[in-house]
Structure formats: structure tokens, C-alpha cells
T-cell receptor, first 117, second 112 residues
């Protein structure tokens, strides 16, 4: 059983298009994240939701809009795609209990490789 | 602002040797967590090991151990008896608040 799943795995599209990436976790976690990994492999957080509420928004262009219909899903919609949006996008989730520590481990999805032509 | 630095862009090691991957961090918060993740060529992110800032002992998970030197703000990953399957990118990350801040990564290549 996949813990954190993302669809699609690959996405090739033209500049200017609008696209969505879906993420689902079946771990019962409260917090979900979107990370972007650029061509140099650098990983940076974009957004985080806790129980459907946005709690982190890291200076991401407003063309990127996350949506969390419930705490098991966090989708990423991107408007007016640009060449610089080409990257691998990772969804992740964590429990984030008061206990903290190891229990805040983030479980990552397989990634979505977005290519903008 | 917190920062994570991995100074080794690439490392080459002979199979069965031990390898140390460096990680230094910078934070003024006394409470933080440090993680190491492995990213093989297939692309997924695999959790390896965790060290909390208040943990008294260095973390160990099988062949992975963390050399945590709090005063030096370093959290180096040690892989004992390296295997060909250890070839991958390795990321050090620090957790503060609810987000992970990642280092630049180290590409480890194990030679037969």
C-alpha cells in the first residue's frame, strides 16, 4: 500500500498552460507539504497544510495555488506555466505530534517531474 | 535564519569501506531536529536517520549512524560497510517549526 501517492508521475506541457498535481496520503497524518526540487537537486519547501489549513507559504508566486479538500489530500494547481517551473515536485506528510522528534519524520511521495516546453 | 550546509558535492568510496557525509547547520533555536534522507537515481526520498537536539546519544539505524557534535553544529552521517546500493544523493535536513530545510546534497558513488 502506497503511503504518499502523487499523480501524475510525469507531466509535459506547453508554456502558458494550467496544470494540477494531486497528492494523497493514507497514513492518517495531519500535515502535508509541497516541495520543489530544481535541476541542481536543491529541495525547497513551497507550502504546508495542517488539517486543511495553510500554515506555510514560502514566497511562492501566486500562480501556484495549493488546495486541501480534506486532510488526506493536498493538490497543487499551477496557472500560466513558465519554463522556470520545470522541476520535480514532491508531496510529503507528517504526523507532527506534541511528542515531536522522530515522529515528525516527513514521508515523501514519489515525485512529479514537470517539464514546461 | 536557519541554514544547512553540505560541503561535499560528490564522494567516491570503495565498496565495503565506511564513509562520512558532512553536514553543518546554523540555528539559534535550542530545539530542532536533524534528518538524513537518501535519494537514489529512481528519485524517491527515503528517510534514513533522525537526531533531536536534546538527544543525549548519537542516533543509529543499522549501518547508518549520526556523529552529532552539538557545540560544532555538525551532524555527519556515517555509513559503515558501504554497498553498491548506497550510491545515491544524500540530503541533510533540519526541522524547525513545521518545515524541513535541506542542504545542497552529496552525491555518493560506491565503486566495486
Amino acid at each position: 500500500d502506497t503511503a504518499v501517492s502523487q499523480t501524475p508521475k510525469y507531466l509535459v506541457t506547453q508554456m502558458g498552460n494550467d496544470k494540477s498535481i494531486k497528492c494523497e496520503q493514507n497514513l492518517g497524518h495531519d500535515t502535508m507539504y509541497w516541495y520543489k526540487q530544481d535541476s541542481k537537486k536543491f529541495l525547497k519547501i513551497m507550502f504546508s497544510y495542517n488539517n486543511k489549513e495553510l500554515i506555510i507559504n514560502e514566497t511562492v508566486p501566486n500562480r501556484f495555488s495549493p488546495k486541501s479538500p480534506d486532510k488526506a489530500h493536498l493538490n497543487l494547481h499551477i496557472n500560466s506555466l513558465e519554463l522556470g517551473d520545470s522541476a520535480v515536485y514532491f508531496c510529503a506528510s507528517s504526523q507532527d505530534t506534541v511528542a515531536g522528534g522522530r515522529y515528525n519524520e516527513q514521508f515523501f511521495g514519489p515525485g512529479t517531474r514537470l517539464t514546461v516546453l | 535564519a536557519q541554514k544547512i550546509t553540505q560541503t561535499q558535492p560528490g564522494m567516491f568510496v570503495q565498496e565495503k569501506e565506511a564513509v562520512t557525509l558532512d553536514c553543518t547547520y546554523d540555528t539559534s533555536d535550542p530545539s530542532y531536529g536533524l534528518f538524513w534522507y537518501k535519494q537514489p537515481s529512481s528519485g524517491e526520498m527515503i528517510f534514513l536517520i533522525y537526531q533531536g537536539s536534546y538527544d543525549q546519544q548519537n542516533a543509529t539505524e543499522g549501518r547508518y549512524s549520526l556523529n552529532f557534535q552539538k557545540a560544532r553544529k555538525s551532524a555527519n552521517l556515517v555509513i559503515s560497510a558501504s554497498q553498491l546500493g548506497d550510491s545515491a544523493m544524500y540530503f541533510c535536513a533540519m526541522r524547525m517549526d513545521l518545515k524541513l530545510v535541506f542542504g545542497q546534497g552529496t552525491r555518493l558513488t560506491i565503486n566495486p
